[in-house]
């Protein structure tokens, strides 16, 4: 039996980390995945492994049919991890409208505290039943805790490298739910209607909008989040295709037109002036190419830099991706550390969702990068809308950042209104000549800089990422079609 219950806690420790990857996924789509969705997350899932250790130590004292009750904690177990995604479709959205941070923590508790509870409960359970059998106390918890945390080493690289991107968060849950469920029956030999009654309600529950096929051309996860295609109608009644991760916009193109309907596309498309000797550009952040096309358009030889394949996937089966772009699926500072290819325009267009990677714009890597500029090339950076106060702090180091490292600097944006605006960062080593829409706001006051040794986006854009996913939750979810 003890054999058995080494496998059982195998199982538990790979559980515990794929609820944990999966369900930080699951809540991605309404609130991304900042640094407060994450610190919920970790401190959620910290709390429940917490309590339910202690709650697992007080029942292995007070139960005397311990084996009986480790075979019902597992099945909880098993049961709310089968029940994640259902949850985060059907319940999530509507927390979603309370505050922000409210929201994230009554989310991340109502998704992940049931399965994780009940999973750390299980390690004093499995201690307990084994030191019965052997007064090696010391040996026993440590093998439990060793055995345990390699099932979550393991599940974590299968779910991060293989699965999630693979087979979709439902699925990826749904297995190790259901390998638990059915481990924990034939290792104990039991189980009773009501167990097997839930257990098919949930798989059914599951299947119920896995299947769902809606207006969305192509639905699934991959490396950065959940990916999205979907076609939608405008108010003029034109077909709009959009591409989105985590729910929010990344790509908006007329069907009819072929071009993007983005306002920060034609403000680009007003700052680049079309090249008669043919010039090379990159763009850092492919999405769904429509600046790559843009940027062929104006005569450029075109490489597109994307992490994650499935965008680049998207861009070219639903985006028209012009065939003259070569796309590297790689990390964008990666790129740039092993290239000495010289550009004569580089777009840098890393938005995760409403996130920016801060490795990619440090002061190290600003200066590496100047070995991929011509003598006579232009940097831009496309960037969120906010310039004063504390939502700005982010901006300004961006700023400070750049002009540190010798870069003269011009800033571009269409609109005043820093909620629903982007700014274009226009960049180059030698003087700028005035930039159409170029602004003239000052900036929030900081002397900080952004560097590898201190990577300061996460937490100075991050009041600036709240927001801006805020406002696009409370209002263009809620609208039927876009408004362009």
Known sequence: MIKKLILLSFIEGAVVMASELCGAKLLAPIFGSSLYVWASVMGITLAALALGYFFGGVVSERSKQHSKRLFHVLIFAALFVMLMPVISRYVIPWISYLPFLLAVVLSTFILLFPPVFFLGATSPLFIFIQTKESSAAGRVSGTVYAVSTLGGIIATFLCGFYLIPAIGLTWCLLGFGALLFIANCVIFKSYKAIHLLL??????????????????????????????????????????RILKINNIVQTEMNVKTKRSVSEYVKLLDTLINYSYKQKAALVLGLGGGLTANLLVDKNYVTDGVEFDKGIIDAAQNFFDLNKTVKPVCEDARYYLNGSNKKYDLILVDIFKAEEQPSHVITIESLESLKKNLTDSALLIINWHGYIKGEKGMGTSILNNTLQQTGYKVKV?????????????????????????????ESFARTKLVNTDDKPLFEKYNALANKTWRSNYLHYYQSEPTRKN
């Open 199 to 240: 257990f098919a309600a949930f798989v059914y529950l599951n299947l119920q909008f896995s299947f769902i096929k809606s207006q969305q051309l192509f639905y699934g996860n991959s490396i950065l989040g959940q990916l999205e295609v979907q076609d939608l109608l405008n108010n003029n009644k034109e077909t709009i």
């Open 412 to 440: 571009c944006s269409v609109s005043d209104d820093e909620n629903y605006r982007n700014l274009l960062f226009v960049c180059s080593l030698q003087d700028l000549k005035k930039q159409p829409y170029e602004i003239n």
